[in-house]
């Protein structure tokens, strides 16, 4: 399966910043440290504060994305890594998908890269000055190389996840952001299923949006990497599928069954191993497609 875009690009913390993370006791900032759910507060705070400067519609949490960066999180704190791909070989849509997620996922992930295993701290309590420093380097990022900053401003986006993690011995959270396009509900669909099983792909598109087509393509099954494999400020590029279907009065190899907002269709997946991406894109007006739901089947 080709790529369709390069989204939610990574920002890794340099050697000096880990370094300096070390020297600072756990607990010396001035501000009052934070659980949890009050750092996953903070940080929505934060996104919808410069996403009001830019003159865009609030995100809100989203848990099932939530979970997603929560994994993430920890296997870059972990791991001393930043990337997209997780070190057994995950990637956001598909955390996105076993996490519960159904719509649109793009990720910003940073946390450190130094290659270094350490112990997660388990009840971490995290300094909101150093979560700030965080998202201020996403909003930092200028044009064209501003990929963390368009994410977080996309106008399309109306929730997000977030995950943080933070290690035993290194007073520096780690952070990912999953954006999230929540335009419809949709039936839901096996996390695994077997070679040229049926699945039916059906839900419905929500005003002011209207269904566009629906997508399959195929990736190889997810293998286990090292950290050299996944650590980089890369971005990373969208699964495109291999093959699109439309409603009728298009060109299609099966149309789609539209009734008003509802559509479905019956495809079989391929004869071989690999993870499915199952995309669903609508339209607003006579405007361009885009993708607004992007779940993995695997097929072992």
Not at 69 to 79: E, N, P, S, V, Y
Not at 101 to 129: I, W
Not at 251 to 278: M, N
């Amino acid at each position: 399966m080709s790529r369709l875009l390069a989204i939610g690009c990574c920002v890794a913390l340099s050697g000096s910043a880990s370094a300096e993370a070390q020297k600072v006791p756990k607990g010396s900032a001035s501000a009052q440290l934070l659980d949890y759910a009050a750092a996953q507060k903070f940080m929505l705070s934060l996104i919808n504060r410069d996403r009001a400067k830019a003159g865009v519609s609030p995100v809100v949490l989203d848990d099932a994305a939530s979970r997603a960066g929560l994994r993430h999180a920890q296997d870059m704190t972990a791991k001393g890594f930043t990337g997209h791909i997780g070190t057994d070989g995950s990637v956001p849509e598909q955390r996105y998908t076993e996490s519960g997620g159904v719509h649109f996922v793009q990720e910003n992930a940073a946390c450190l890269f130094d290659g270094k295993a350490r112990k997660l701290d388990r009840a971490p309590r995290f300094d909101p000055a150093k979560l700030a420093a965080l998202h201020k380097m996403f909003m930092d990022e200028v044009p064209p190389k501003d990929g963390h900053r368009q994410n977080v401003l996309k106008p399309q986006h109306n929730r997000v996840g977030i995950g943080l993690a933070q290690p035993e011995d290194v007073d520096q959270p780690c952070l990912a952001q999953e954006f999230v396009d929540d335009y419809g509900s949709y039936d839901a669909l096996p996390k695994e299923a077997k070679a040229k099983v049926k699945l039916r792909i059906a839900g419905s598109i929500s005003e002011p949006l209207s269904f566009g087509g629906i997508g399959i393509g195929r990736t190889p099954l997810p293998t286990p990497k090292r950290v050299e494999e996944v650590s980089g400020a890369r971005g990373y590029a969208i699964p495109a599928p291999a093959q699109m279907y439309f409603g009728p009065g298009f060109k299609t190899p099966k149309p789609v069954q539209v009734d008003g907002k509802r559509f479905s269709i019956d495809l079989e997946l391929g004869a071989l191993p690999g993870q499915y991406a199952v995309s669903i894109w609508a339209r607003q007006g006579t405007g361009k497609l885009f993708m607004v739901s992007m779940r993995t089947v695997t097929v072992r």
